[in-house]
């Protein structure tokens, strides 16, 4: 039995595993199993998962490339009564992937939005690497080009930690500006793999930390945490 009660006309943020398949709690489960259709960030990837857990909810892709066109018609669903779930393909939506778009929508127009907690990457990571935790920024993946090097620049000065993402490929890039910035004494964590068979977190500052991923190839998605200026 079900100890929650689902509302209608209502959208649900449901996070999914960041790796390991028992951090898919519960509720999450019972709330996609109850909802008339999940949006999918990638609708194979959330296929499998909810395959897994014997979800038969439709699915329907709900990504950058359609999200602004594709929400029109979900708030009319929603008015009429029909309840939403919303998956990234793991972590928790919003969190550097789709669904802001469509909550400041249903915000709007007074619909309910109801963000179940769950797994996020940047949580763990930060809480393990050793840096002040208290008081930190999130700012997620960094524009590639345009914008890029201020941003880093105003990083530099900032005090409270700060969070970023990045892929394997751009890693040492990304290590290779803090230091250009924020000087190579600058505490730096790096965590990968977050919840998997191969979770592993390095600490070091940036020229360190550089030299490790010249001589072992960087693998897996990172949430790089850095120490505030002093």
């Not at 709330?31 to 998962?49: F, H, N, P, Q, S």
């Not at 909810?57 to 066109?69: C, G, Y």
């Not at 789709?98 to 940047?122: K, T």
């Not at 910035?181 to 990968?192: D, Q, V």
Request: aromatic share 6%; charged share 25%; hydrophobic share 40%.
């Amino acid at each position: 039995m079900s100890d929650f009660e689902m509302q209608q006309g209502a959208v649900y943020l449901v996070p999914t595993p960041i790796g390991n398949l028992l951090d898919f709690a519960p509720r999450a489960i019972e709330t996609l199993k109850r909802v008339d259709y999940i949006l999918a960030e990638d609708t194979r990837t959330t296929g499998k998962l909810v395959r897994h857990f014997g979800i038969d909810t439709p699915l329907k892709a709900h990504h950058q490339h359609n999200e602004h066109r594709g929400i029109p018609g979900w708030i009319s669903a929603l008015q009429a009564g029909q309840t939403l779930g919303v998956c990234s393909d793991a972590g928790t939506p919003g969190i550097s992937d789709p669904a802001f778009l469509l909550v400041r929508a249903c915000v709007e127009n007074d619909i309910p939005v109801i963000c179940l907690p769950g797994p996020s990457a940047f949580v763990p990571a930060l809480v393990v690497s050793g840096i002040p935790c208290d008081r930190f920024v999130f700012e997620g993946f960094l524009p590639h080009k345009k914008g890029r090097q201020k941003r880093l620049s105003a990083l530099a000065n900032e005090e409270r930690t700060v969070v970023f993402y990045e892929s394997p490929h751009r890693i040492i890039k990304l290590l290779e500006e803090i230091g250009e910035h924020c000087g190579p004494a600058r505490a730096i964590s790096c965590s990968r793999e977050i919840s998997k068979l191969h979770e592993q977190t390095l600490r070091g500052n940036s020229p360190a930390l550089i030299e490790h991923f010249k001589a072992h190839e960087p693998r897996g998605e990172f949430v790089v945490i850095v120490a505030g200026k002093k």
